[in-house]
């Protein structure tokens, strides 16, 4: 605390990442990243941008992605908005769409970033719990406010939402933005984002981080009707001009347009996802119905504290989240076929 910051920043807890440790041989589960690596074209494009294209300022359209992403998803490039990360794209949607009088609705346990950016934003905000299932409840958000958040599939439980309940939770909320955060949507979820034609309050949000394997090159985007995709660009100008830089627009242009790789990769995760489920619930674990690229786990017979150090001391790395109702819990990442199986001895070495 000091007499230099503003109140903000002495109420502000800032979110707190997953850990990126660099150790040997260690089985990296933590921070829901892809085992499999970007698409080889994408790779091909960033270092082909590496060069003297480093000179030129990016473009400060990000033309030729927003064409790539619109083309992919049936939209106009003008109804696309892109951002270093989606956790940036989420940052504008939360300063250029919700009120301050009304609060934003989300679920009590979910991404924490949400929570950062009320503050930050001075957004005043209302939780909605999950149901004994871990579930979101739709009925629950029926209520007066000024927005509503929901990641589909929901973090960190991997639960995901059927479709037809969003489409009756924007309908029913004219006027009101509602935002669906599908970070996770690749690994079996369906996207709202054909509804963005239909309703003019939904804003759909997808990173490249997870089902394109690009989370150290940061490129998140929003589709939506013109008027919310406006609004979040008067928010960039206003902070960055320049959206992403030319390395990140290769690369994600030639990761959209690679839509092969795309597939065969997140099938491998959905493949491991249901192996590593089956195999857990044969061991005891209480495996929450994921649609993600991670599984949310607990063991009747040990903590979830517990359960984490051990799985580090044998050089596995989970996340455990220190958290009111989901202590018990460890949210794995998928990895490779064989980064499963060692999870899975390790598992057994300390159950
Ligand atoms: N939304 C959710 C629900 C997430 O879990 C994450 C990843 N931590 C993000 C958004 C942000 O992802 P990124 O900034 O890498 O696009």
Known sequence: MSKFWSPIVSTLKPYVAGEQPRMQNLVKLNTNENPYGPSPKAVAAIQ????????????????????????????????????????????????????????????????????????????????????????????????DCGAIILPNPNAPTGIGLPLSGIEALVAANPGKPVVIDEAYIDFGGE?????????????????????????????????????????????????????????????ATAAIEDVAWFDETRHKVMESRDRVTGALRQRGFEVLPSLANFIFARHPGHSGASLAAGLRAVSVLVRHFDKPRISDFLRISIGTREECDRLIEAIDVVI
């Open 191 to 251: 996207t709202a984002i054909p509804l963005t034609r239909k309703y003019d309050n939904l804003l759909v949000i997808h990173t490249l981080s997870k089902s394109r394997s690009m989370a150290g090159l940061r490129v998140g985007f929003a589709i939506g009707q013109r008027h919310l995709i406006e609004a979040l660009e008067r928010v960039k100008d206003s902070f960055n001009s320049y959206p992403i830089d030319r390395l990140a627009e290769a690369g």
């Open 48 to 143: 082909a941008e590496a060069g003297d294209g480093l000179r030129l300022y990016p473009d400060p359209l990000s033309l030729k992605l927003r064409q790539a992403i619109a083309g992919l998803h049936g939209v106009d490039a003008s109804e696309v908005f892109v951002g270093n990360g989606s956790d940036e794209v989420l940052a504008h949607a939360f300063q250029a769409l919700l009120k301050h009088d009304k609060p934003l609705v989300y679920p009590d346990i979910t991404y924490s970033f949400y929570p950062v950016y009320c503050l930050l934003y001075g957004i005043a905000a209302q939780t909605i719990p999950l149901d004994d299932k871990f579930e979101i409840r739709l009925e629950d958000y029926q209520r």
